[in-house]
Protein backbone atom coordinates (compact mmCIF):
# COMPACT_ATOMS: atom_id res chain seq x y z
CA UNK A 1 0.00 0.00 0.00
CA UNK A 2 1.62 3.20 -0.73
CA UNK A 3 2.04 6.31 1.08
CA UNK A 4 -1.38 8.42 0.15
CA UNK A 5 -3.43 5.54 0.09
CA UNK A 6 -2.09 4.44 3.70
CA UNK A 7 -2.82 8.32 4.88
CA UNK A 8 -6.89 7.80 3.31
CA UNK A 9 -6.85 4.60 5.14
CA UNK A 10 -5.94 6.22 8.69
CA UNK A 11 -7.80 9.01 8.60
CA UNK A 12 -10.79 6.47 7.33
CA UNK A 13 -10.39 4.52 10.48
CA UNK A 14 -10.29 7.62 12.99
CA UNK A 15 -13.49 8.63 11.46
CA UNK A 16 -15.23 5.28 12.33
CA UNK A 17 -13.94 5.26 15.73
CA UNK A 18 -15.12 8.81 15.86
CA UNK A 19 -18.65 7.63 15.47
CA UNK A 20 -18.48 4.77 17.49
CA UNK A 21 -17.50 6.54 20.38
CA UNK A 22 -19.82 9.40 20.28
CA UNK A 23 -22.83 7.62 21.22
CA UNK A 24 -21.56 5.55 24.25
CA UNK A 25 -19.90 8.83 25.36
CA UNK A 26 -23.13 11.20 25.08
CA UNK A 27 -25.03 8.51 26.93
CA UNK A 28 -22.48 8.02 29.64
CA UNK A 29 -22.55 12.15 29.92
CA UNK A 30 -26.58 12.05 30.30
CA UNK A 31 -26.11 9.12 33.34
CA UNK A 32 -23.44 11.02 34.79
CA UNK A 33 -24.60 14.50 34.39
CA UNK A 34 -21.21 15.50 33.85
CA UNK A 35 -20.31 18.59 32.41
CA UNK A 36 -16.59 17.36 31.33
CA UNK A 37 -18.05 14.30 29.55
CA UNK A 38 -20.72 16.62 28.12
CA UNK A 39 -17.50 18.63 26.46
CA UNK A 40 -15.69 16.15 25.37
CA UNK A 41 -18.82 14.43 23.67
CA UNK A 42 -19.14 18.17 21.91
CA UNK A 43 -15.34 18.17 20.89
CA UNK A 44 -15.73 14.45 19.79
CA UNK A 45 -18.68 15.86 17.28
CA UNK A 46 -16.65 18.43 16.00
CA UNK A 47 -13.38 16.15 15.53
CA UNK A 48 -15.98 14.09 13.91
CA UNK A 49 -16.56 16.40 11.51
CA UNK A 50 -13.06 17.26 11.31
CA UNK A 51 -12.06 14.12 10.51
CA UNK A 52 -14.40 13.76 7.45
CA UNK A 53 -13.81 16.74 6.13
CA UNK A 54 -9.47 15.27 6.39
CA UNK A 55 -11.19 11.94 4.56
CA UNK A 56 -13.01 13.70 1.89
CA UNK A 57 -9.66 16.11 1.37
CA UNK A 58 -7.23 13.74 0.85
CA UNK A 59 -9.66 11.24 -1.55
CA UNK A 60 -10.20 14.13 -3.66
CA UNK A 61 -6.16 15.07 -3.51
CA UNK A 62 -5.58 10.82 -4.46
CA UNK A 63 -8.13 11.30 -7.33
CA UNK A 64 -7.83 14.67 -8.22
CA UNK A 65 -6.35 16.23 -11.66
CA UNK A 66 -2.84 17.37 -10.27
CA UNK A 67 -1.71 18.92 -13.60
CA UNK A 68 -4.18 21.66 -13.04
CA UNK A 69 -2.91 22.95 -9.84
CA UNK A 70 0.74 21.33 -9.50
CA UNK A 71 2.04 23.61 -6.85
CA UNK A 72 -1.49 24.30 -5.70
CA UNK A 73 -2.89 20.92 -4.80
CA UNK A 74 -1.07 20.53 -1.47
CA UNK A 75 -2.14 23.74 -0.31
CA UNK A 76 -5.48 21.47 0.27
CA UNK A 77 -4.20 20.01 2.98
CA UNK A 78 -3.28 23.44 4.66
CA UNK A 79 -6.55 24.58 4.37
CA UNK A 80 -8.28 21.50 5.61
CA UNK A 81 -5.71 22.00 8.80
CA UNK A 82 -7.30 24.94 8.99
CA UNK A 83 -10.81 24.26 9.06
CA UNK A 84 -9.73 21.45 11.93
CA UNK A 85 -8.54 24.51 13.43
CA UNK A 86 -11.85 26.50 13.41
CA UNK A 87 -13.74 23.68 14.47
CA UNK A 88 -11.74 23.61 17.61
CA UNK A 89 -12.08 27.08 18.29
CA UNK A 90 -15.93 26.52 18.09
CA UNK A 91 -15.49 24.00 20.61
CA UNK A 92 -13.51 26.18 23.16
CA UNK A 93 -16.21 28.73 22.98
CA UNK A 94 -19.10 26.46 23.64
CA UNK A 95 -17.71 24.67 26.49
CA UNK A 96 -16.44 27.83 28.07
CA UNK A 97 -19.39 29.06 27.91
CA UNK A 98 -21.21 26.31 29.23
CA UNK A 99 -18.26 25.61 32.32
CA UNK A 100 -19.29 29.44 33.39
CA UNK A 101 -23.22 28.58 33.38
CA UNK A 102 -22.18 24.92 35.52
CA UNK A 103 -20.67 26.98 37.76
CA UNK A 104 -22.97 29.60 38.95
CA UNK A 105 -25.98 26.04 39.09
CA UNK A 106 -23.96 24.32 41.27
CA UNK A 107 -25.00 20.73 40.03
CA UNK A 108 -23.92 17.34 41.21
CA UNK A 109 -22.71 14.37 39.17
CA UNK A 110 -24.93 11.12 39.05
CA UNK A 111 -22.57 8.79 40.86
CA UNK A 112 -24.01 5.73 38.92
CA UNK A 113 -23.65 7.30 35.84
CA UNK A 114 -19.95 8.57 36.81
CA UNK A 115 -18.72 5.56 36.91
CA UNK A 116 -19.67 4.14 33.27
CA UNK A 117 -18.36 7.25 32.46
CA UNK A 118 -14.93 6.59 33.91
CA UNK A 119 -15.21 3.56 32.51
CA UNK A 120 -15.41 5.11 28.96
CA UNK A 121 -12.99 7.80 29.23
CA UNK A 122 -10.17 4.71 29.84
CA UNK A 123 -11.41 3.17 27.14
CA UNK A 124 -11.11 6.27 25.01
CA UNK A 125 -7.63 7.08 26.34
CA UNK A 126 -6.20 3.64 24.38
CA UNK A 127 -8.42 4.11 21.33
CA UNK A 128 -7.10 7.45 21.31
CA UNK A 129 -3.17 6.22 22.18
CA UNK A 130 -3.65 3.85 19.23
CA UNK A 131 -4.33 6.51 16.63
CA UNK A 132 -2.06 8.53 17.69
CA UNK A 133 0.73 6.06 17.29
CA UNK A 134 -0.49 5.58 13.76
CA UNK A 135 -1.01 8.94 12.43
CA UNK A 136 2.44 10.09 13.97
CA UNK A 137 4.35 7.05 12.37
CA UNK A 138 2.62 8.18 9.15
CA UNK A 139 3.48 11.76 9.86
CA UNK A 140 6.91 11.09 10.06
CA UNK A 141 7.57 8.92 7.12
CA UNK A 142 6.37 11.85 5.11
CA UNK A 143 5.24 15.33 5.99
CA UNK A 144 1.65 15.91 5.39
CA UNK A 145 -0.26 19.11 7.23
CA UNK A 146 -3.74 16.99 7.91
CA UNK A 147 -1.32 14.24 9.34
CA UNK A 148 0.13 16.68 11.06
CA UNK A 149 -3.23 17.66 12.28
CA UNK A 150 -4.77 14.27 13.00
CA UNK A 151 -1.91 13.34 15.25
CA UNK A 152 -1.97 16.24 17.20
CA UNK A 153 -5.40 15.74 17.64
CA UNK A 154 -5.12 12.46 19.18
CA UNK A 155 -2.50 13.42 21.42
CA UNK A 156 -4.66 16.02 22.70
CA UNK A 157 -7.54 13.59 23.30
CA UNK A 158 -5.20 11.50 25.08
CA UNK A 159 -4.54 14.28 27.60
CA UNK A 160 -8.37 15.48 27.53
CA UNK A 161 -10.02 12.27 28.37
CA UNK A 162 -7.04 11.53 30.60
CA UNK A 163 -7.93 14.95 32.36
CA UNK A 164 -11.53 13.99 32.02
CA UNK A 165 -10.88 10.49 33.65
CA UNK A 166 -9.33 12.23 36.46
CA UNK A 167 -12.44 14.74 37.30
CA UNK A 168 -14.71 12.00 37.92
CA UNK A 169 -12.74 10.43 39.87
CA UNK A 170 -11.90 13.63 42.18
CA UNK A 171 -15.84 14.18 41.91
CA UNK A 172 -16.67 10.88 43.61
CA UNK A 173 -13.67 10.21 46.16
CA UNK A 174 -14.12 13.97 47.29
CA UNK A 175 -17.68 14.13 47.44
CA UNK A 176 -17.94 14.33 50.75
CA UNK A 177 -16.93 18.22 50.81
CA UNK A 178 -19.05 20.88 49.16
CA UNK A 179 -16.52 22.24 47.01
CA UNK A 180 -16.09 18.71 44.89
CA UNK A 181 -19.24 20.37 42.64
CA UNK A 182 -16.65 22.86 41.34
CA UNK A 183 -13.94 19.99 40.03
CA UNK A 184 -16.48 18.27 37.30
CA UNK A 185 -16.96 22.51 35.44
CA UNK A 186 -13.27 23.42 36.37
CA UNK A 187 -11.63 20.55 34.36
CA UNK A 188 -13.75 21.80 31.46
CA UNK A 189 -11.30 24.40 31.07
CA UNK A 190 -8.23 22.54 31.46
CA UNK A 191 -9.90 20.64 28.36
CA UNK A 192 -9.78 23.73 26.71
CA UNK A 193 -6.38 24.18 27.64
CA UNK A 194 -5.74 20.63 25.33
CA UNK A 195 -7.82 22.03 22.72
CA UNK A 196 -6.07 25.74 22.00
CA UNK A 197 -2.56 24.54 22.38
CA UNK A 198 -3.76 22.04 19.75
CA UNK A 199 -5.19 24.78 17.97
CA UNK A 200 -2.05 26.94 17.64
CA UNK A 201 0.42 23.93 16.85
CA UNK A 202 -1.63 23.52 13.69
CA UNK A 203 -2.40 27.40 12.96
CA UNK A 204 1.59 27.57 13.00
CA UNK A 205 2.57 24.54 10.60
CA UNK A 206 -0.27 25.58 8.15
CA UNK A 207 -0.33 29.29 8.16
CA UNK A 208 3.43 29.25 7.25
CA UNK A 209 3.26 26.62 4.57
CA UNK A 210 -0.02 28.78 2.71
CA UNK A 211 2.18 31.57 2.56
CA UNK A 212 5.14 29.88 1.13
CA UNK A 213 6.86 29.94 3.74
CA UNK A 214 11.09 28.93 3.43
CA UNK A 215 12.28 25.30 5.10
CA UNK A 216 13.33 25.65 8.49
CA UNK A 217 16.98 25.76 9.54
CA UNK A 218 17.76 22.15 9.65
CA UNK A 219 16.63 21.88 6.51
CA UNK A 220 18.11 24.70 4.75
CA UNK A 221 21.46 23.27 6.36
CA UNK A 222 21.18 19.86 4.88
CA UNK A 223 20.95 22.44 1.51
CA UNK A 224 24.04 24.23 1.87
CA UNK A 225 26.25 20.82 3.18
CA UNK A 226 25.06 19.08 0.21
CA UNK A 227 25.88 22.54 -2.43
CA UNK A 228 29.38 22.46 -0.18
CA UNK A 229 30.12 18.58 -0.92
CA UNK A 230 29.51 19.57 -4.85
CA UNK A 231 31.80 22.94 -4.33
CA UNK A 232 33.86 22.10 -7.08
CA UNK A 233 30.67 20.95 -9.83
CA UNK A 234 29.69 25.20 -9.90
CA UNK A 235 31.43 28.71 -10.20
CA UNK A 236 29.18 30.52 -7.95
CA UNK A 237 25.99 29.86 -6.16
CA UNK A 238 23.17 32.77 -6.95
CA UNK A 239 20.27 31.80 -4.75
CA UNK A 240 18.10 29.42 -3.17
CA UNK A 241 14.09 29.46 -2.79
CA UNK A 242 11.81 26.86 -0.91
CA UNK A 243 8.86 26.31 0.15
CA UNK A 244 6.39 23.50 1.21
CA UNK A 245 2.90 22.38 -0.60
CA UNK A 246 1.27 19.67 0.96
CA UNK A 247 3.36 16.73 1.75
CA UNK A 248 5.85 17.82 -1.28
CA UNK A 249 9.02 20.34 -0.60
CA UNK A 250 9.84 22.09 -3.98
CA UNK A 251 13.45 23.59 -3.98
CA UNK A 252 15.05 26.04 -6.46
CA UNK A 253 18.97 26.12 -6.75
CA UNK A 254 20.40 29.01 -9.20
CA UNK A 255 24.18 28.37 -9.97
CA UNK A 256 26.43 29.51 -11.97
CA UNK A 257 29.15 27.42 -13.88
CA UNK A 258 32.41 28.08 -15.62
CA UNK A 259 31.59 29.61 -19.07
CA UNK A 260 34.11 26.87 -20.32
CA UNK A 261 32.05 24.11 -19.18
CA UNK A 262 30.16 21.86 -21.79
CA UNK A 263 26.51 21.80 -21.41
CA UNK A 264 26.62 17.84 -21.14
CA UNK A 265 29.01 18.90 -18.10
CA UNK A 266 26.44 21.47 -16.54
CA UNK A 267 24.00 18.71 -17.09
CA UNK A 268 26.16 15.90 -15.46
CA UNK A 269 26.68 18.08 -12.20
CA UNK A 270 23.03 19.48 -12.13
CA UNK A 271 22.06 16.07 -12.10
CA UNK A 272 24.32 14.92 -9.29
CA UNK A 273 23.17 18.19 -7.13
CA UNK A 274 19.31 17.60 -7.41
CA UNK A 275 20.20 13.52 -6.85
CA UNK A 276 21.83 14.30 -3.57
CA UNK A 277 19.71 17.26 -2.30
CA UNK A 278 16.38 14.62 -3.11
CA UNK A 279 18.10 11.88 -0.97
CA UNK A 280 18.73 13.78 1.83
CA UNK A 281 15.05 15.56 2.29
CA UNK A 282 12.17 13.52 1.44
CA UNK A 283 9.26 13.76 -0.71
CA UNK A 284 11.54 16.82 -2.36
CA UNK A 285 11.70 18.10 -5.89
CA UNK A 286 14.74 20.00 -7.01
CA UNK A 287 15.37 22.51 -9.47
CA UNK A 288 18.62 23.12 -10.46
CA UNK A 289 18.74 25.98 -12.87
CA UNK A 290 22.18 27.73 -14.83
CA UNK A 291 21.93 31.23 -14.40
CA UNK A 292 24.50 34.26 -14.38
CA UNK A 293 22.47 37.24 -12.57
CA UNK A 294 20.85 36.89 -9.40
CA UNK A 295 17.02 36.18 -9.80
CA UNK A 296 14.70 38.30 -8.83
CA UNK A 297 13.46 37.89 -5.20
CA UNK A 298 16.94 36.37 -3.78
CA UNK A 299 20.31 37.90 -2.97
Known amino acids: MDYANSKVRS????????????????????????????????KSGIELLATVLSWLTLRRIEKGKHGMYEYGIGKFENMTSLAVAGVILVSVVIISYTAVSRLSEQVRLHEGGAYFAMVMMLIGVGVNFWLFKKNYRLSKKEYSPIMEAQWRLFFTKILADGSVLISLALSIALSGYSWSIYIDPLSSFILCGFLLHAMHSILTHSIGDLLDKTLDESMQMVIVRELGKAFDEYRLLHGVRSRRSGSRIFIDIFLEFEPEKSMREVQDSIDRIKFSVEQQIKGAQVLVAPCRICPAGQT
Open 11 to 42: VFVAMIVHLLMIIPDLAAAVMANSLSMYSDVL
